[in-house]
C-alpha cells in the first residue's frame, strides 16, 4: 500500500509517500521559518497561505521522486490536528480533495502520533512497547506504547512544553525564531559551572513536568545580570548553557523514572527537542546504564515533516481504519 502524507499543522508543509513493502518512497519538506522570523514567532494566516502556494507543487515532487503517478496511490494521510486551524484545513481539505476524485481511503492522523511513530522511519525501529519521550513545540510527554493506538500517558508538561520553553529563552537572549538550536548553539561556548538552574518538579514522584518556572528563572538572571552590568556575550551563553543542562537534566530525570516505573527497556524520542545533541549524549548514557536502548529519528524527522504522517497512516490504515465520514477534520486542540 503506498500513502501519501500531508502535514500542514503548523509552519512547515510536508508531504512524504510511505510504501508499506518498501518503506519511504519519497519526502520533501518547504519550510515557513525565514517569514515567521521577522514576527518572532508564527503568525497564523501566513502559515495558512503559504501552505496553500506550496502543497500542491511539493505533493507533485513526490510522485516524480517516487515514480508514480498520483492514480498509483492507494490511500491518503494528512495530519487532522493539533495545530493551528486554517494551517490543518489547507492539508485536510486537499487531502479530502485528492482522495475524493481519486476514489482512494483518506486519514485523519494526529500529529503526536506522527512524532512518536517516527523513529519507526529508520533502519533499525524500535519494536512495542517502548517509553516514548514527546518534546516539541507544543507538548512535553511522557507515554507507555504497547502498540499502535495503545498508549498510556505516563506523564506530562503543566504549562510550557520544552521546546516552548527553548524559544522564550532564545528571545530573551536576543536570539531569533525558533530558539531551540540557536540556545544550543549559544551554549556549547557556555560555561556549565556558572550558574545552576533549578530543575522542576523532580524533587517529587511523578512524571509531569513544568517549565515554565525556568523560564521566569532566566528571565530573573538576565536581568541581574543586566543590573550588575555583566551581560556580555559570554554571560549570555553561560544562561544558555546552564538552561539546556537544567532542561536536558529535567527530561533524563523523568524518563529514567519512566524506565524505571514501566520496567520497560526502550526510550524512544520524538518532536523538535529531541534533536538536541546534549539530550541524546545524556539519555544514550542513561539507558546504557539500565542496558536499554534508545531510539530516535534523523534530524529532519525530529521537526515536523510529512514522513511521519504517512507512516502513521499507512499503519492505521493497514489495520483497517478509514475515515468513513467523508468529513474534513481540523481539530486545533486534540488530546
Ligand atoms: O516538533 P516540532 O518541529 O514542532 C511542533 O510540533 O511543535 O518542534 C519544534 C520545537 C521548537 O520549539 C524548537 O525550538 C525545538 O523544537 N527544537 C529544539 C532543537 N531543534 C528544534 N530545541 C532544542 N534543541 C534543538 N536542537
Ligand atoms: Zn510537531
Redesign the pocket.
Given at each position: 500500500m503506498r500513502v501519501l502524507g500531508i502535514e500542514t499543522?503548523?509552519?512547515?508543509t510536508g508531504v512524504a509517500i510511505y510504501d508499506t513493502e518498501r518503506g519511504l518512497l519519497a519526502d520533501a519538506l518547504y519550510s515557513q521559518v525565514a517569514m515567521h522570523a521577522e514576527y518572532g514567532g508564527v503568525v497564523p494566516e501566513l502559515a495558512s497561505r503559504d501552505h496553500t502556494r506550496r502543497l500542491l507543487p511539493l505533493i507533485q515532487q513526490v510522485l516524480e521522486e517516487a515514480g508514480m503517478q498520483r492514480s498509483e496511490l492507494d490511500a491518503i494521510a494528512y495530519t487532522a490536528g493539533p495545530?493551528l486551524v486554517g494551517a490543518l484545513m489547507v492539508g485536510a481539505s486537499t487531502a479530502h480533495g485528492m482522495a475524493r476524485a481519486l476514489g482512494i481511503p483518506v486519514l485523519g492522523v494526529h500529529?503526536?502520533e506522527g512524532?512518536l511513530l517516527a523513529p519507526m522511519l529508520e533502519e533499525s525501529p524500535p519494536a512495542f512497547p517502548f517509553v516514548a519521550l514527546l518534546?516539541?513545540?507544543?507538548?512535553t510527554q511522557l507515554v507507555e506504547v504497547h502498540g499502535l493506538g495503545l498508549y498510556r500517558l505516563l506523564g506530562e508538561s503543566v504549562d510550557d512544553?520544552?521546546?516552548?520553553a527553548?524559544?522564550k529563552t532564545?528571545k530573551m537572549l536576543g536570539l531569533s525564531?525558533?530558539?531551540?538550536?540557536?540556545?544550543?548553539r549559544l551554549a556549547e561556548t557556555g560555561n556549565p559551572g556558572r550558574f545552576r538552574f533549578p530543575r522542576p518538579m523532580t524533587d517529587r514522584p511523578g512524571l509531569d513536568f513544568s517549565f515554565s518556572g525556568l523560564k521566569t528563572h532566566t528571565l530573573t538572571t538576565l536581568r541581574q545580570l543586566e543590573q550588575a552590568g555583566e551581560l556580555d556575550d559570554q554571560a549570555r551563553a553561560d544562561v544558555a548553557r546552564a538552561f539546556?543542562e537544567a532542561?536536558v537534566d529535567t527530561l533524563t530525570i523523568k524518563c529514567r523514572r519512566a524506565l524505571d516505573d514501566t520496567g520497560l527497556k526502550r526510550l524512544v524520542m520524538?518532536?523538535?527537542?529531541?534533536?538536541?545533541?546534549?539530550?541524546r549524549e545524556r539519555l544514550a548514557t542513561e539507558v546504557a546504564k539500565r542496558n536499554a536502548q534508545v531510539f530516535y529519528p534523523r534530524g529532519r524527522f525530529?521537526?515536523?515533516?510529512g514522513a511521519m504522517i504517512a507512516l502513521a497512516g499507512a499503519l492505521r490504515l493497514q489495520a483497517g481504519e478509514r475515515d468513513e465520514t467523508g468529513q474534513m477534520k481540523a481539530v486545533p486542540r486534540w488530546p
Open positions: 499543522s503548523c509552519d512547515e495545530g500529529h503526536m512524532h518534546v516539541s513545540g507544543g507538548h512544553a520544552a521546546g516552548e527553548f524559544d532564545a525564531y525558533p530558539g531551540g538550536p540557536q540556545v544550543a539546556e532542561v520524538a518532536g523538535g527537542v529531541s534533536a538536541n545533541q546534549r539530550l525530529c521537526t515536523d515533516n
